[in-house]
């Protein structure tokens, strides 16, 4: 029989689980923890039990002031990094992180509640949109690190001969974190250009033709009349570009031949 992954890893939540709590208490200048409850998710071996120890003693930290301590709120970091599970160390330290940005946040809201003039209520109002924007960035880096291991198996196409095997494995690898890069050859940048020369400058214009026309818009395209029957001014097609074209072939044929008859003539 195969081995389940998932439930191997996972096993189920025990109901009668006492979730780890913080008693917190200044006894002459020496901070007295005491843990309580199960602390297996945040200690173990795969976060590290001295990072999880330095963990406690900064979360407990969060929040005091001088010589108050809060207790309340270590206990809510320390509920939070609970329930979100962390899987390894550098995942522990983001949720303190995020527990934290919360806390400052609520802090802030709280201010703008007893405020007194714009300034405060202006550099309040900051301080929560910058933290709140954190706490949306923070959010994002746990998805995209959770995902770390997965990769986008794209299939363009796959032919299967008769007796042949089709193989579907990683094809492609997503591509680690950010946007394109400057530089890069984006569909956008392998557009056609326009090849119309400034006059200012004499330099190629180099904005995107429009489609169907070498040049731009700002270089002709899509302007003027469409030529031959199509155009209002056209009468009887004597003055059209072919015919003016044969006529000027025409004229520079005859006067090459009266400079080739005046050389005979000497
Ligand atoms: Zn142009």
Redesign the pocket.
């Known amino acids: 029989m195969e081995l389940d992954k998932t439930s191997a890893s996972q096993p189920a939540e025990n109901p009668k689980r006492t979730p780890p709590s913080l008693k917190v208490e200044n006894n002459n200048n020496c901070l007295n923890i005491e843990i309580d409850g199960d602390f297996d998710r945040i200690s173990n071996e795969v976060t590290s039990k001295s990072v999880a120890l330095g963990l406690i003693g900064q979360i407990v930290s969060l929040g005091s002031w001088g010589k108050r301590l809060d207790e309340k709120a270590a206990n809510f970091a320390i509920g939070f990094l609970d329930a979100m599970k962390p899987e390894d160390a550098a995942e522990a330290l983001l949720f303190t992180q995020m527990a934290a940005t919360h806390q400052a946040m609520m802090m802030m809201a709280q201010k703008l509640n007893h405020i007194t003039s714009i300034q405060q209520q202006d550099a309040a109002e900051r301080a929560m949109n910058k933290l709140a924007r954190t706490y949306a960035a923070q959010m994002e880096t746990i998805k995209r690190y959770r995902s770390k291991g997965q990769q986008t198996v794209r299939v363009e196409r796959v032919t299967v001969e008769s007796g042949g095997q089709a193989v579907v494995g990683n094809v492609s690898h997503e591509r680690g974190g950010g946007g394109a890069m400057k530089g890069d050859a984006s569909p956008m940048h392998l557009a056609p250009r326009?090849t119309?020369k400034s006059k200012r400058s004499g330099l190629p214009?180099?904005?995107p033709?429009v489609r169907g026309w070498e040049?731009?818009r700002?270089?002709g395209a899509k302007g003027g009349h469409k030529s031959g029957h199509g155009h209002p001014q056209y009468r009887h097609g004597g003055r059209s570009h072919d015919i003016e074209a044969t006529r000027k072939l025409i004229t520079a044929l005859a006067r090459d031949a009266r400079n080739h008859l005046g050389d005979m003539d000497h």
Do not use: N, P, Y
Request: proline share 0%.
């Open positions: 326009c119309a214009c180099k904005s033709a040049v731009c700002m270089h």
